[in-house]
């Protein structure tokens, strides 16, 4: 059977399927593919839920209802993510048990949301989770997709555009250090295309997601938003001395706030910056900065 027509035949799978992103990779799915699709979520089939669609309850943390739901699934799409919700530990034993799972399962692709370099930050607790994570697929001689998010532009709770409507850019550190960027639509769509992609030479492949102009720092961002929306923004930063000051205090009792304010002292490194080589090769012409930001704000009701 040729990897066309095997892709074709495949069940999917979507773990996290209820999630800001997860849901926006089942909504592609379901709009370019006619393949089977399956989505897990902890308590089953939301309301308004399409019937295309099979549901399932599993939990990362249920070892049994891992196993019910990768019955007869060739392709596992996972951006499932505990870490905003939970604990970091959930997240490296989650992706432990998902794996594991999926391996017994014998599936055939196993599409992994990533960060990009995260292999590179071993003291930033959710990134380090990623790269663990990368190393167990590897580990189990599944074939993968990894794609290695850069930060989102739009978010759940979208502080930036809360900002902007005041007139505001919300910044940490400076205006000046860049780092790369995504609007989660387009990250979406490269999730669902990388487990629908019928070409074998993206089988075991890393690929960095960003824009083809090149990472933006804070300023040039703030910029690009106020050509796009007609206003002037204040950028209110928060420096990066109070964030190394922070560090040490606030791990005692917030291990969220410890796990942001070590991501962003990494980024500060310059090394979360994407390489799109691959990214134009599989999935076609990144966006330019300027257009993701004008669709994102278009949908945040931030146009002139």
């Not at 809360?162 to 979406?188: I, M, N, Q």
């Not at 703030?222 to 930063?237: C, D, E, M, N, P």
């Not at 310059?270 to 994102?296: C, N």
């Amino acid at each position: 059977m040729d990897q066309q027509a095997e892709t074709a035949a495949a069940r999917i799978l979507v773990v996290g399927a209820t999630g800001f992103l997860g849901a926006k990779i089942l909504r592609q799915l379901e709009a370019t593919t006619t393949q089977a699709l399956r989505a897990m979520s902890r308590r089953g089939a939301p309301a308004g839920a399409s019937g295309a669609v099979e549901w399932v309850r599993g939990d990362l943390m249920d070892l049994a209802s891992l196993d019910a739901a990768l019955q007869g699934v060739d392709v596992v799409i996972s951006s499932a993510n505990g870490y905003m919700k939970e604990t970091i530990a959930a997240d490296f034993q989650g992706n432990k048990n998902l794996i594991e799972a999926a391996a017994r399962a014998g599936v055939k692709r196993f599409v992994f949301l990533s960060i990009v370099g995260c292999d590179a930050a071993p003291d930033v607790p959710h990134f380090h989770a990623k790269s663990v994570a990368e190393g167990l697929i590897k580990a189990s001689g599944m074939v993968y997709v990894f794609v290695r998010a850069p930060a989102f532009l739009d978010q759940a709770n979208d502080y930036v555009a809360k900002g902007v409507k005041a007139g505001r850019f919300y910044a940490v550190g400076d205006k000046a250090t860049r780092w790369s960027w995504v609007l989660t639509d387009d990250l979406a769509d490269y999730m669902a295309r990388a487990a629908t992609h019928s070409d074998p030479a993206i089988l075991n492949q890393s690929i960095d997601i960003g824009w083809r102009d090149g990472a933006k720092s804070q300023g040039e961002l703030a910029r690009i938003i106020g050509k796009v929306t007609g206003k002037q923004l204040r950028v209110w930063s928060v420096p990066w001395f109070l964030l190394r000051i922070l560090v040490r205090p606030v791990k005692l009792f917030s291990e969220l706030g410890y796990d942001m304010l070590k991501m962003f002292l990494f980024f500060r490194s310059g090394r979360f910056v994407a390489d799109i080589a691959l990214q134009e090769r599989f999935f076609g012409p990144a966006p330019m900065a300027e257009d993701a930001v004008r669709r994102w704000a278009s949908q945040a009701g931030l146009g002139e």
